[in-house]
Every structure is written in C-alpha cells, then in structure tokens.
C-alpha cells in the first residue's frame, strides 16, 4: 500500500487565489512526522511545513497553512494568496516513528499559477 | 548557514561508464540521505547514514552502486557500471539528529543522463 497519496498529477489556479494540494497518508503508528516540499524547475527540494501527530494546532507558515485531518488521515496544504513563484512540484511526505528517520514522499502535485 | 551542496549538477555518461556524485551536507547534520528521483515522480531512498554508519541501504542496487561517508561529513555515491535505467537525479538530504521535527534539507541535485 502507498504510504503517501497524492491524487492531483496537476492543478491550475489563478494569482492571488487560494489553492489546496490534496495529501493522504497510511500509517499505524501513532507517532509521525507530515512535510511539504516544494521542487521547483531548478530541481532543489524546499522544506516548506511540518505537522506533528500530536500537534493539536495546524501549522502554518505565511501563507502556507497545513489542514491537518488524523481521523482521515490527510495532511492537506493549503496556499493562500498565489505567486507566480508558486508553480512548481509539490510533494507531501511521512516520517514514521518506529522506522527511524525514513521518509516516504508522495508522487507530487505540479501547480500552475496563471496571471 | 551553508545549505547541502552537491556536485556535479549535471553529468553525461555513456552506458557501462562510472559515475561519482557528491555531497557536503549542511554542518552538525548527523543524518544523510541519497535520494533518487526518476522523471514525474517523488523521490527514493536510496541510502541512508548516521554518522559514518549506513543504518538503511535495502533500496541500493548494491551490484553496481555504492556509497560512502568517510568521517561523518562528506559522501559519494558512486555507480559503476551506468545504465541507461539509471539516468534521473540524485538528490542528497541532511538532517539533524535529535530534533523534534527532524527536517530533511536537500541539496540542488545531480541530474544524471546515461546514453
């Protein structure tokens, strides 16, 4: 089974709207890590945000915020006001407690912000 | 701060050749990691170091790939002989141990072409 799930190959929106990149994830442990990268053209993955499993609050971070659902496990990114420097690939990612330090990314959401 | 540097960003090889790509990960970084990225797709394990130690390298084609990471800083990922199967890019992470979030910095890439 897919441990990331990404069901968006791609998504348009236009500048200056909110857009929401879609991320479920599989998992029975109760202890994970959830991230958002962005990989733009140039091909460097940049660390975006971070939820904690037990983190009771979404995180955000600018205009990036996190809609962090546990009971469906989804871990939604939701971009607020969109750039032009917005459209790259986008990928959700997991880091399971009980297997160390190893990440599980999903296939990634490549977004199109349109002037 | 220094971020994860990675050489060469690009390299065309002829098929059976050998290739060797590196990475100096971001100072203090106990973690590193090899990625590879095929096209229109997230990353993938490849190996991974605590230390000097390679604690996961299940995911390494150990027939022709190999890796190091002499004295806990730099590593090389060395293939030999290439394959035309092999041509993607090789992404290099770090991270610190012992940090709640454990945020993996990756590097600009090696975007590798086998002919």
């Known amino acids: 089974a897919q441990k990331i799930t990404q069901t968006q190959p791609g998504m348009f929106v236009q500048e200056k709207e909110a857009v929401t990149l879609d991320c479920t994830y599989d998992t029975s442990d109760q202890s994970y890590g959830l991230f958002w990268y962005k990989q733009p053209s140039s091909g460097e993955m940049i660390f975006l945000i971070y939820?904690?499993?037990?983190?009771?609050q979404n995180a955000t971070e600018g205009r990036y915020s996190l809609n962090f659902q546990k009971a469906r496990k989804s871990a939604n990114l939701v971009i607020s006001a969109s750039q032009l420097g917005d459209s790259a690939m986008y990928f959700c990612a997991m880091r399971e407690a009980n297997t160390g330090n190893q990440f599980y990314f999903g296939t990634g959401t490549s977004l199109t912000v349109i002037p | 701060e220094a971020g994860v540097v990675q050489s060469p960003r690009y390299k065309i090889i002829e098929k059976k050749q050998p290739v060797a790509f590196w990475c100096n990960p971001i100072s203090g970084h106990n973690t590193l990691y090899w990625y590879r990225q095929n096209l229109g797709q997230g990353p993938e394990l490849l190996i991974r170091y605590e230390n000097e130690e390679a604690v996961d390298d299940s995911q390494l084609p150990k027939d022709r790939f190999s890796a190091e990471r002499l004295k806990g800083v730099d590593s090389t990922l060395k293939i030999q002989p290439a394959e035309l199967g092999d041509s993607a890019v090789y992404l290099c992470?770090?991270?610190?141990?012992?940090?709640?979030?454990?945020?993996?910095?990756f590097g600009a890439g090696t975007r590798l072409s086998v002919l």
């Open positions: 992470a770090s991270s610190a141990r012992n940090t709640r979030r454990n945020i993996q910095y």
């Open positions: 939820q904690g499993s037990y983190d009771e």
